[in-house]
């Protein structure tokens, strides 16, 4: 099992920027694939962007161009650079684990950090 915390979230005007980072522990991390979703009130939680253990992104087509996920092993942290931010990408923003290396499922989360974009 992975342990997951999230912070980096935060009050921010339209068309700023954000950095939101996922520190992990536990074992085994390195081996998952690593995901950022959101959920908005009353929407369903969203996958925003994923890093595979081979460094490949996807995007949401809502972020492409605007966020950014990287990685970095040596701290066991996941970061999710948002730019451009939109009143629109208000959610609370969770880490992601898969849970068995390969599978593509989401396991293991965060407690969630809050995102608001607004003037």
């Known amino acids: 099992q992975v342990q997951l915390e999230e912070s980096g979230g935060g009050l921010v005007q339209p068309g700023g920027s954000l950095r939101l980072s996922c520190a992990a522990s536990?074992?085994?991390?390195?081996?998952?694939?690593m995901g950022w979703y959101r959920q908005a009130p009353g929407k369903q939680r969203e996958l925003v962007a994923s890093?595979?253990?081979?460094?490949?992104?996807t995007y949401a087509e809502s972020v492409r161009g605007r966020f950014t996920i990287s990685g970095d092993v040596a701290k066991k942290t996941v970061y999710l650079q948002m730019d451009s931010l939109k009143p629109e990408d208000t959610a609370v923003y969770y880490c992601?684990?898969?849970?068995?290396?390969?599978?593509?499922?989401?396991?293991?989360w965060g407690q969630g950090t809050q995102v608001t974009v607004s003037s």
């Open positions: 992601a684990a898969e849970g068995t290396p390969g599978s593509g499922q989401y396991t293991d």
């Open positions: 536990g074992s085994d991390y390195i081996s998952r694939a």
């Open positions: 890093i595979g253990s081979d460094g490949r992104t």
